[in-house]
């Protein structure tokens, strides 16, 4: 179920679910569909050798957490495919991303739009923060830094196992501030882990804003290189440069992808509230309507009908 | 006199790893320290070496138990739970990955002092969801404690005794059981872990004394048999004393006063153990002593849940076992 649409389409379409699901609901992670549209994309449409899902296309309500008295607990990984050694795995490490990921498995026909639906709604599986039981998620990434390390972990394991699938861990910058991915790194690289890579969106935003204000990082190439990895650079929104450095050779490495993004890619308007994009809520109702209007214009669709309220 | 065993955890380690190719014997820095560097010498393939990274180790070990492997993790308790907290909730109890949790240096038995003692592991593992714990007070114990933990479907935090380790018992931990080691009915004594050698350092003095105890060894603290307990507080006609080498905030100690008070048990109850308090670096002999962990605090709350003297002192009581400063068997200084 790969290349039906193009990535380019339906990183457009990411966006649009995204932009219409946050004006329908008064704000949401819009600025993560802006950066990250293109590699989640590529992830899902050709960068990922994921098998056909095994859940529901519309996903079913919360079932409990993992307990011994929950037998019937699965996790949200059945819809990028089946666990088997042939296939990628896929850990989506910065589960504030999830509203971005949703949009993915539907634009990819792996979840029915009705799944959006559900989100953030109490009794739902669709949680605003991905969760494990989560469409599309594997393992709990909320605490930010551990999943680089759980991805390192698995790849050596199937490794070992003789499994052909690799495993790609998607990340954001602001985790390079934890000393865990650090960890993570030079642990993939002592073990030669090379059946691991990640892709990381590099769009210098963290919740408190821009990331130089925060925190800097510096030279996180660099870092990621002096830690034992094969890091490439890219533009995050030209998908020839993303697939030209999921092709680096990185025998005995694990591969780090930077894609430097623009967090406002393809909703200009939101440069008004740059730094602060970690979330977007509309502070009117006019704001909305001018928000409405203008990044409808720029993601080539009408407006989006609005409830009155 | 008690046999001592040296080493058990590295002969026991080898002998249940080569048996089961899916467990993997992770260590962090402490490799010597855990008693399995000649695993690792003789077993390379078998050995992952995560340096001193413990939360990624944590999630590492997560991510190889997706992959159908069961990690046993090495290392002091204390850097088990301490630093890679976040790790070990998200990454293994959460999931419940069958990830062994392999704690040395319980409680007061280092010099390390407040760093490398885990005093408060037992407290903050039975919060935990999903996560199970078992205590070594033998070498009996230590033989058996990969066998027992590798049973658990999900994670499990234990407790291990290292260098030489006295036996006092001949049979395996069988999880979720207790052992009965006294069957009197005065008061019912609970212990765990080295906690149980000084009970029984007691057992001859309080017996002359005319006390009658029903002693109580538990190696299972989670899952926890609680009716058996309580049918043995029902066969005492006094009260309940537990000494273990933990804080009594939310340690064994706690767990019997949870379940006497959840099941209206009118009896008195003395927890014994670190009382809201650090300890220090010191011998084993020395901090028990100081900390009130050992024989003679055991007769003291003993004699409380009674209401009388026996005039024991510590002549009375055996002679307390005392390693050798620098032992062969001592793996460092620490």
Partial sequence: MRNERSTEDIAMGIRRRVFEHSMRNNGGYLSQACSAAEQLAFLYNEGLNLGEPVLPAVPKPFAGVPSADNPDYVTGAGYNGPFEPQYDRLFIAPAHYALVAYATLIETGRMDAEGL??????????????????????????????????????????????EKGQTCV???????????????????????????????????????????????????????????????????HDLDAMR????????????????????????????????????????????RAEMNISIAAELGIDPIELETH | MVEMVSRPYASAFEAFAVKNPDVLCLSADLTSSCEIDGFRDRHPDQFLSLGMAEQNMM??????????????????????????????????????????LMGFLPGITTPGGMTHQAIEDIAVMRSIPNMSILETGDATEV????????????????????????????????????????????????TTGIATEEALRARDALSNAGVSIRHLHIHTIKPFNEQALLDHIGSVNKGVVVLENHVIAGGVGSLVAEIMA?????????????????????????LMKHYGLDAGALVRGIERVMGIETGIDEEALATARVDAVHSAVKAEAL
């Avoid at chain 1, 591969?255 to 502070?283: C, D």
């Avoid at chain 2, 404690?145 to 005794?161: F, H, K």
């Fill in chain 1, 117 to 162: 639906e559900m989100f953030n709604k109490d009794g739902s599986s669709v949680e605003m923060i991905g969760a494990e039981h989560s469409p599309g998620m594997e393992v709990h990434n909320g605490t930010l830094g551990i999943g680089l390390s759980t991805g390192a972990g698995l790849a050596w394991g199937r490794k070992r196992r003789g």
């Fill in chain 1, 170 to 236: 998607f990340m954001s910058d602001g985790e390079v501030q934890e000393g865990q991915t650090w960890e993570a790194v030079q642990a993939a690289a002592h073990h030669g882990i090379d059946n691991l890579w990640a892709l990381m969106d590099v769009n210098d935003q963290q919740c408190d804003g821009a990331m130089d204000s925060v925190m800097e990082v510096r030279d996180i190439a660099a870092k990621f290189r002096a830690f034992g990895a094969v890091c490439v650079e890219i533009d995050a």
């Fill in chain 1, 244 to 287: 030209q450095a999921k092709a680096e050779p990185h025998e005995g490495q694990p591969l780090i992808i930077l894609a430097r993004s623009s967090p406002t890619q393809g909703m200009s308007f939101l440069q008004k509230r740059f730094p602060r994009l970690h979330y977007v809520r509309f502070k009117s109702e006019e704001e």
């Fill in chain 2, 59 to 100: 999630s590492f070990a997560g991510g190889l138990g997706l992959a159908g492997y069961r990690p046993f993790l090495h290392s002091f308790g204390v850097f088990l739970y301490r630093r890679p907290y976040d790790q070990l909730m998200a990454s293994v109890a959460y999931p419940r990955r069958k990830v062994r």
């Fill in chain 2, 143 to 190: 033989e058996s404690i990969c066998e027992a933990a590798d049973s658990i479907d999900g994670p499990v935090y234990c407790r291990v005794l290292r260098g030489s380790v006295p036996r006092l018992f001949d049979t395996p931990i069988k999880v979720g059981e207790m052992r009965e080691l006294a069957g009197g009915d005065d008061v019912l004594v609970v």
């Fill in chain 2, 262 to 286: 959840d099941n209206g048990v009118g009896k008195p109850l003395v927890r014994l153990g670190l009382k809201d308090t650090y300890a220090h670096g010191g011998s084993r002999g020395y």
